[in-house]
């Protein structure tokens, strides 16, 4: 029985809690990231509300999971991201790739891994020099790195090349010395390190190998013209009229940063090594240009209650940490009524977000996401209430950084469901 909790359009529903399902099908297989929403809350969601939809808007697609869902379903899709390495990943799982010609690329970097590991060529490949390689990667791994690098860079066909890129990327990840069990960028001890001696070659091998089953189920699958477009515009400043039209979007679909990406999830942190060993420009700047990258220096009310009395008992307890929370805030405000100018009259937005605590003081982001939004002229339909039970984040953390004082993190998402007015 699923529990109503207060009016009967915010409720709890465990059939969207998917905690037996496979969230990695199709090209969703391809590379992790932090906090993905899941194929299956994306499908539903499209199931229900976007039945007759023909273009589908993510203003923070990541890696594009509704981007997948929506061509799936024939449904066009434009996503935009501030990380190159989350466009990079979201176009290379929505891009048809000839499974024969794709078989000819992977069975002559078979040959070329077969030459390497038995020293039948020599290289003296170009190892990058950013900032602290050493520290984050052993020596015989830089070299293998670097010459995988040059074998992709010298891939004729564009569309090969960025697959194999985004296999090479969760390769660096994995052969770093990065404790991969966490998605910011914590270094492994001197004796994990002295025992770690990943085979690269195999790594990107087996990276490979998985993504191009991916793909052979995406191709079966999706059987249809539908496309997507993944871009890089900030919707905190600008939705540009060439790209989407005022009023041209059937369905917004996504799952928004739920914080600063500084103090909750870091984007940025988990993309770097992948954006220095691709020689991405924006490599250090994804948290900076992220929403609440910039600090204001002045309190600001936002004239909902919720909001603001957390704000305030967040002042009361920490006076510099309440201006992160507000930056966010400011740009998320800045961004929803962007987004919302795009959206069709009745017109879907479905946004899947977390209620995150700062200082052990809860922002209802569900309930700020519905305000921001009826103040853009849309109505709200409900609000689904579902247990996270796979999401790779902590489930406590230590916001005070007392030793043993922890408190509890996001257990739940909310699925706000809104629509726009006729």
Known sequence: MNKILGKAMKYRD?????????????????????????????????????????????PYCGTGTSLVEANIRNIDAIGTDINPLARLIAKV???????????????????????????????????????NIDYWFKKDTQYILAVIKEYIENIDNKQVQDFFKVAFSETVREVSLTRNSEFKLYRMTERQIAKFNPDVLSIMVQKLVRNRNGMAEYVAIKNNNSCSFVYDFNTVYEIPEKILPLESVDIVLTSPPYGDSRTTVAYGQFSRLTNQWLGFEERNEVDKRSMGGIRVKNFKKFNFYPLDNALKEIAEKDTKRVFDVISFYVDYERSIKNVSKVVKKGGIVAYVVGNR??????????????????????????????????????????????????????????????????
């Open 357 to 422: 605590r700062v200082k052990r003081v809860e922002l209802p982001n569900d309930e700020i996401t519905r305000e921001f939004f009826e103040r853009n002229g849309f109505e709200h339909l409900k609000t689904i209430i579902r247990e996270i039970p796979n999401k790779r984040m902590p489930r406590r953390n230590s916001p005070t950084n007392i030793v043993g004082l922890t408190d509890t993190t996001m257990n739940y998402e909310y699925i706000v469901i809104l629509q726009k007015k006729e």
């Open 93 to 131: 799982k929505t891009t048809v790739i000839s499974l024969e010609l794709l078989d000819t690329y992977l069975k002559d970097f078979n040959n070329f891994a077969f030459s390497i590991k038995f020293g039948v060529k020599k290289f003296n490949p170009q190892i990058p020099n950013f900032k």
């Open 14 to 58: 465990n059939t969207w809690d998917f905690r037996t399902a496979n969230t990695k099908p199709y090209t969703h297989c391809f590379h992790s990231y932090p906090a993905m929403m899941i194929p299956q809350v994306a499908g539903r969601v499209l199931d229900e509300f976007g039945k007759n939809a023909k273009i589908l808007f993510d």
